[in-house]
């Protein structure tokens, strides 16, 4: 008897190009939010394999807040350009020169919240009516109620207790003029996943994912990497330590981890050990219990 | 080389959970989560911090699974939430959903992607009504393998005789539920633990596995039919590249069978035919398809195939009928199935215009008897109903393929999803 037992990687792969291949037939001008994250990376590469030998048919929208690892906007670029997608940036700058969006202050500052005007903002000006992100159900409980097809009203908010039930691989894309969507192909995958699926597929990551000698300071009991954005202030000492990113997000607050992992079978082994979630070290899930919750509802990824 | 290599391999299980609201569902699954291993420190901390809170004597295991904040502010819970957890075996997918009022629409969701239900009774109850509702949900969306867990084994003194009367109240029931292949029976305690991950050593009766054992190993290979050829056209590519000039391949995720180059097809409704030529996973060439990959397929011949449309094999077709009759879970809060009404029906990747033609009944889902003089299809309802479709449905029945036999209804002015549907 032949055997036709698919591995969990090669059945969340299939599931991941299903769910790409449903946006790209039910929305008229649906696009890919690309941070340039290891969860955007795979999405993005899971796009390129649903729709070969054609190109990616949605944009990269990458909404960048301007405080940015430099070396995610030169991977951003090489990767728009090798896999030949069109790339799309809002800026946070913008919408704060603007004046749409206020600046926070404070010592804690982050850019987290405010991308969620941009991009609503991005959403607009190119009348995208759908945008796949690369958010995973196991990474915090509020994406854990999330649908692959999560319905936005006009406002771009998500509404948890009136989402439309989503059966079998049955994906309702209708919507009122002025509506949106946000779709999720890698819902299902856990951060294990992620990384033997690159492993397995030879996926290319920005080198932060990487450990490193870094110099570093440790502010908020979380060790950031200095840089423009992050100079030491008074009291705080520069440390060369060996560490790595386990997450890209606003540099400014994105912690390192103290990792002597420095490649993907030293990664894996670390995150099969792993006493902490992955957005552990990120400062905004830690403001309260609730703000993912919160984010998502006004609009975040 | 790395110690996790090996997990490249690791299979995959899809499985839901029902019980009544103090079965001690949330706690089961915050204690496979934390026995297993699966859980992380910042969580339990978190955990610690609210059960503290709460003034719980000790680390309350349920508030792993603890909702949203408007969950809480409302007093209601969520539908379906999703759990993920691995050994090195399984990778597992644990579709939670909570044991309120809006319990059937909910487990008919959760229920509709899982291989394996977990059903929970209370020791000190025994089967229940609800036990018999959550059986049957199990067997209707043909969910192939249920386990029992006879939870708060604890409090009857991890007595054999009230694990010997549910499995006997349960087998009695069961008989009369289809679908169903497999049904075990395992005595528990979520609370302290007995026999979820680790053997308990308060029931030495008990020869059986543990409630982990038996996820790991329960045989599930059998859900996919890999009989029946099936591939509904989800997108046509085309490059229109200089390198690619030529290239027309049909993407889509198999539904059913196996199909191979070479291979004589029919695509439907259209009934042209020809052969495959190539079949691709992305950029590689492979030698055979089966579901639930996707993969896309260039053909032989040049003819017309759209989205919506589905390939078979010639010698062995799918239905293609307007005229449809189903079992309907009706989800809608705010309006109610009405004769005559008009939906849009969603099938594979296909949607057409639909309009109820009969009720026939409704299932009293606690007695399993028909009802036939109230035909007024309200919240949780789950019956038989005869639909006509604008333009024909190439299916299967639902007992044969649940992805070509599943359909659901759109209210056109709301466009919310109001009713889940399996083809007779």
């Known amino acids: 008897m032949e055997n036709y037992n698919l591995s969990h990687l090669k059945q969340l792969e299939s599931e991941a190009i299903f769910v790409l291949r449903e946006a790209a037939a039910q929305f008229d001008t649906p696009a890919l939010l690309f941070s340039g994250g290891k969860d955007s990376i795979v999405m993005a590469y899971l796009a390129y394999k649903a729709f070969y030998p054609a190109k990616i048919p949605f944009p990269l929208v990458h909404i960048d807040t301007g405080h940015n690892f430099p070396e995610c906007l030169t991977f951003r670029d090489a990767f728009a350009k090798q896999y030949k997608a069109k790339l799309i940036i809002g800026s946070v700058q913008k919408s704060i020169d603007d004046g749409s969006v206020k600046e926070e202050t404070g010592l804690n500052a982050s850019r987290n919240a405010l991308q969620t005007v941009t991009l609503l903002d991005t959403i607009e000006e190119h009348g995208f009516d759908a945008a796949g992100g690369g958010g995973r159900r196991d990474e915090e409980k509020a994406r854990a109620k999330e649908r692959f097809f999560s319905h936005r009203n006009d406002f771009g908010e998500w509404q948890p207790q009136n989402q439309r039930p989503e059966l079998w691989n049955i994906f309702n894309g209708r919507k009122q003029h002025g509506e949106h969507f946000r779709f999720f192909p890698i819902s299902n995958w856990t951060e294990m996943d992620i990384w033997q699926y690159i492993k397995a597929e030879n996926i290319e990551l920005p080198s932060l994912y990487f450990a490193r000698e870094r110099q570093v300071i440790k502010r908020s009991g979380t060790y950031l990497e200095v840089n423009e954005l992050v100079q030491p202030r008074e009291g705080e000492t520069v440390e060369t330590l060996v560490t790595r990113f386990r997450t890209m997000g606003d540099a400014t607050i994105t912690g390192a981890v103290l990792s002597d992992a420095a490649d993907l079978d030293a990664i894996i082994d670390e995150v099969a050990a792993a006493r902490e979630t992955e957005r552990g070290n990120r400062a905004d899930d830690k403001r309260s219990e609730t703000s993912m919750e919160d984010r998502k509802k006004e609009g975040y990824f | ?424």
Not at chain 2, 83 to 107: C, E, L, W
Not at chain 2, 170 to 192: G, H, M, T, W, Y
Not at chain 2, 336 to 346: D, Q, S, V
């Open chain 2, 1 to 424: 080389m790395s110690d996790t290599t090996g997990y490249l391999d690791m299979d995959l299980l899809r499985l839901t959970t029902a019980g009544s609201v103090d079965d001690g569902k949330s706690t089961l699954i915050g204690r496979l989560l934390y026995d297993s291993k699966n859980t992380f420190d910042d969580q339990m901390e978190a955990v610690e911090l609210s059960s503290t809170k709460r003034g719980d004597e000790h680390i309350n295991l349920a508030l792993l699974t603890d909702g949203l904040k408007a969950e809480r502010e409302q007093g209601i819970t969520i539908d379906v939430a999703y759990r993920y957890f691995a050994t090195p075996k399984r990778k597992f997918i644990v579709s939670d959903t909570p044991g309120h009022i809006q319990y059937t629409r909910n487990m008919v969701t959760g229920a509709s992607t899982a291989n394996l239900a977990i059903i929970l009774v209370d020791a000190r109850h025994g089967v229940i009504e609800q036990t018999m509702r959550h059986a049957f949900i199990a067997s209707l969306l043909r969910i192939q393998h249920i386990v029992i867990c006879v939870n708060k084994m604890d409090l009857v003194d991890y007595a054999e005789k009230a694990y010997n009367k549910v499995v006997e109240d349960f087998k009695q029931f069961a008989s009369r539920l289809e679908n169903v292949v497999d049904v075990s029976f395992i005595p528990i305690s979520a609370l302290k633990g007995d026999n979820v991950v680790d053997q308990s050593t308060n029931m030495d009766w008990y020869h059986g596995s543990t409630l982990l054992y038996h996820l790991e190993t329960v045989y599930v290979g059998n859900q996919e039919n890999h009989v029946e050829a099936r591939f509904p056209v989800q997108w046509v590519i085309r490059p229109q590249s200089d390198e690619f000039h030529d290239f027309r391949g049909f993407a889509g995720r198999v539904a059913g069978g196996v199909f191979k180059p070479g291979d004589e097809i029919i695509v439907h409704p259209s009934g042209f035919t020809t052969k495959i030529k190539k079949i691709y996973s992305a950029d590689k060439n492979i030698d055979k398809a089966f579901s639930p990959l996707s993969v896309t397929i260039t053909t032989e011949d040049e003819i017309d195939i759209s989205r919506g449309n589905m390939i078979s094999k010639t010698n062995n077709l799918p239905k293609v009928n307007q005229d449809i009759e189903a079992m309907i879970c009706w989800f809608s809060e705010t309006s109610k199935l009405a004769n005559r009404a008009k939906y849009i029906i969603r099938h594979t990747s296909n949607e057409a215009r639909a309009v109820v033609k009969e009720v026939k009944y409704k299932v009293n889902i606690n007695t399993l008897h028909k009802v036939e003089d109230d035909k007024d299809f309200k919240l949780n309802d789950i019956g038989k109903i005869t639909l006509r479709t604008s333009a024909p449905l190439i299916y299967d029945s639902y007992r044969k393929n649940r992805s070509t036999g599943s359909f659901i209804l759109i209210d056109p002015q709301t466009n919310e999803t109001i009713a889940a549907g399996m083809i007779v």
